[in-house]
């Protein structure tokens, strides 16, 4: 409008003014034209930015437009349309729609080519659509993505390691531990890399002078932090402390991460008032990560040191999930420890994808499925599927007719063991250790998120089923009290025939025995034992010992037989072979394991079994006699603290000797009292503890 005035005004003058005179005026009005085109433009600008602050990119891009329209080249609007793409590429990113966030992005390259920062931000529009795709198991778009977004940043460590993922999925096990190490040459102490290569079974052996290289080549605190991870790996918990605590000033997300990490040494250490005081010091304000990551250390190390009400207080405002397990068993909330499995994201996941409804509105007892045909698909290891057995017989009286995915490994064991239920070998695997293998049996599965616990035959049949859920989404019905687990739980039945071929021959006592996970990691550390700490078994007499241990070192083997008298190795493979790890532990008169798959298989099959706990996450198990929760023949037993390892093991001697004594008292009376006056009988009984 004012634009149009000052033309008419200007049509006038020279209709009205004498050409010399209208030529002097008009030079005289260039200076004011051009000032108040400036602030015609510069108001336009003020508007666009205004509506860039108020995320209006559509209104924006409209008013910067008016501007270009006339003056192509005028470098503010440019600049400021490159800003609103920016801003608009970043919403979109946000929101996974990656087709117009490239769009943005291509267009900022247009206007300022090879541009650093929009290339980085390019390229990390690649990443995350790659990491989409991978998700959606769409695996050669997402490589492809990724080799994308490395042509632009070939150093971007985490379409690295995705790319490594991707080609693990892929069948191209080479090629992933290519890419492995050629990050490591890059950071030595790269984890994730480190991670990937131990995945493929090709192991990296972790070293403190590789660390005391890299910070000599880079120091700064984000080298430190880098450093601090490494070390907390690798179990060099001591040096981690010296380590944050000789760092000196540093941002505020950098020094909370290093208080984490000192934090977590502290836990490794057993110092858990110090971990949770290094906790209380982390700013939860910088991330909702890290105010996650602090809340979930502290509340680990309130339950740690006996109080349960203290870490649950510490999870406050976060929903219910895995995080509260341990404590809700703690404190005997049984229902709605196991009913937070409903939330999952697996357990939503299984719902939407057979169009069920939510898994928080399963009621299997309400007989709703009685008429129909149902699947549960097992997940995570198999101790977990072994122990869950124990429902096995109490859920088929609730379907028309069940189906359960299993191990291959237990599928002859569970048939055997529930006829009327009928199994579907699924292999299953850990989302941390996929193999490095194409999983053509899982070409059909609609994401990511299945490929653990699910393969197209099991997605077929679940199609065909009306009643489709998690093997966990059931154990809030099924488990919601103490008092379930003693209703005739189910048990497994080992090969007859097999149980024959290892039954014992004379008098010794046979102990099994195992000592940690094939699955290794300082987290998992805390609830195992080395080698050395199974020394005070060599104080039961007349006892032979069987090596349970699956992958066992040679290394640990020979500690083993240095400190135990008549070590023995079963001829059994004690990996795959679970009819024989079966077969084998139901002859054992006891079986010595914390809680692995040794520990889970051993009870189901009804030996006599002392599970070890070195942690308050598994003491809730324990009955008030000392026996375990989901097995009767099952002793579940701790030190004095819970964390000693040396008292553990005295107080699992001490049982077994006191039910060694027993068995030889009434094997003693057997065999005598018929012939022998009682009183002679006592004395003989006496002068034969005596030698013993």
């Not at 991330?287 to 740690?304: P, T």
């Not at 196991?338 to 898994?359: D, G, K």
């Not at 509105?361 to 072994?386: H, M, T, V």
Request: glycine share 4%; charged share 25%; with cysteine.
């Amino acid at each position: 409008m004012v634009k149009e005035t000052f033309n008419r005004q200007i049509s006038i003058i020279k209709r009205r003014i004498p050409t010399p005179i209208k030529h002097r005026i008009k030079v005289a009005l260039v200076p004011c034209y051009r000032l108040l085109r400036g602030w015609i433009l510069g108001a336009t600008l003020r508007d666009a930015t205004a509506l860039l602050a108020a995320s209006d990119f559509r209104a924006a891009l409209h008013k910067v437009e008016s501007v270009l329209t006339r003056h192509p080249r005028h470098s503010g609007a440019l600049n400021l349309k490159s800003r609103i793409l920016i801003a608009q590429a970043r919403t979109l990113l946000r929101e996974a729609q990656f087709d117009q966030a490239l769009t943005c992005i291509n267009e900022v390259l247009r206007i300022k080519p090879g541009h650093p920062k929009t290339l980085v931000l390019k390229s990390n529009c690649l990443y995350a659509e790659a990491r989409a795709l991978q998700r959606d198991w769409q695996l050669d778009k997402a490589l492809s993505k990724v080799d994308e977004a490395l042509a632009l940043q070939p150093l971007l460590t985490n379409a690295l390691h995705l790319r490594a993922a991707i080609l693990m999925h892929l069948g191209r096990g080479k090629e992933a531990a290519l890419c492995c190490h050629n990050t490591l040459r890059e950071n030595p102490l790269d984890l994730r890399a480190i991670g990937l290569l131990r995945s493929m079974g090709e192991p990296v052996p972790i070293c403190r002078d590789r660390v005391l290289q890299f910070i000599a080549a880079h120091k700064k605190p984000e080298t430190y932090l880098v450093a601090a991870r490494y070390l907390n790996e690798a179990g060099f918990f001591d040096d981690v402390v010296d380590l944050t605590n000789s760092i000196g000033a540093a941002d505020p997300i950098t020094t909370a991460k290093l208080l984490m990490e000192r934090a977590r040494a502290h836990e490794h250490l057993g110092n858990h008032q110090d971990a949770a005081t290094v906790y209380r010091q982390v700013d939860q304000s910088l991330s909702d990560k890290l105010a996650h990551d602090a809340k979930c250390g502290l509340a680990r190390c309130e339950l740690e040191t006996g109080n349960p009400k203290a870490a649950l207080a510490a999870l406050d405002g976060m929903p219910v999930g895995k995080h509260h397990l341990p404590i809700l068993y703690a404190l005997g909330d049984l229902r709605t420890a196991h009913l937070s499995y409903r939330t999952r994201v697996n357990s939503h996941a299984i719902a939407q994808c057979f169009a069920l409804p939510p898994p928080e509105e399963i009621n299997i007892k309400s007989g709703r499925y009685s008429a129909i045909d149902a699947l549960l698909f097992a997940e995570a290891g198999p101790g977990d599927e072994i122990r869950f057995a124990a429902i096995y017989e109490e859920l088929a009286d609730w379907f028309k007719g069940l189906t359960i995915t299993c191990d291959p490994r237990l599928h002859s064991l569970m048939a055997r063991s529930f006829p009327n239920i009928e199994f579907l070998p699924v292999p299953r695997y850990r989302p941390e250790l996929m193999p490095a293998k194409k999983l053509a049996d899982r070409a059909g599965i609609p994401a990511m998120k299945f490929a653990p616990f699910m393969n197209d035959e099991a997605l077929a049949r679940a199609k065909s089923c009306g009643f489709v859920c998690s093997m966990l989404d059931t154990l809030g019905e099924f488990r919601a009290e103490r008092d379930d687990f003693q209703r005739s739980p189910s048990r497994l039945i080992p090969d007859p025939t097999l149980v024959q071929l290892y039954a014992g021959q004379g008098n010794k006592m046979r102990i099994g025995i195992a000592w940690r996970s094939i699955l290794l990691s300082t987290a998992r550390s805390l609830h195992y034992l080395q080698v050395e700490d199974l020394e005070p078994l060599a104080k039961i007499r007349n006892a032979e010992f069987w090596v349970l241990q699956a992958c066992a070192s040679e290394s640990e083997l020979q500690t083993l037989r240095s400190i135990l008298p008549n070590v023995k190795i079963p001829d059994v493979d004690l990996l795959d072979d679970f009819e024989g790890q079966a077969a084998l532990m139901s002859t054992m008169d006891c079986v010595i394991s914390p809680l692995t798959t040794t520990a889970e298989l051993a009870g189901m099959v009804g030996a006599r079994t002392y599970i070890l706990s070195t942690t308050h996450t598994t003491t809730w198990r324990r009955n008030s006699d000392g026996s375990d929760v989901w097995y009767e023949n099952g002793r579940l037993v701790c030190g004095s603290p819970v964390h000693d390892r040396r008292s553990l093991m005295e107080n699992v001697v001490d049982q077994i000797m006191d039910t060694q004594t027993g068995q030889q008292e009434r094997l003693f009376f057997q065999s005598r009292m018929a012939h022998t006056p009682r009183k002679e009988a006592s004395k003989q009984w006496n002068k034969t503890t005596a030698t013993t």
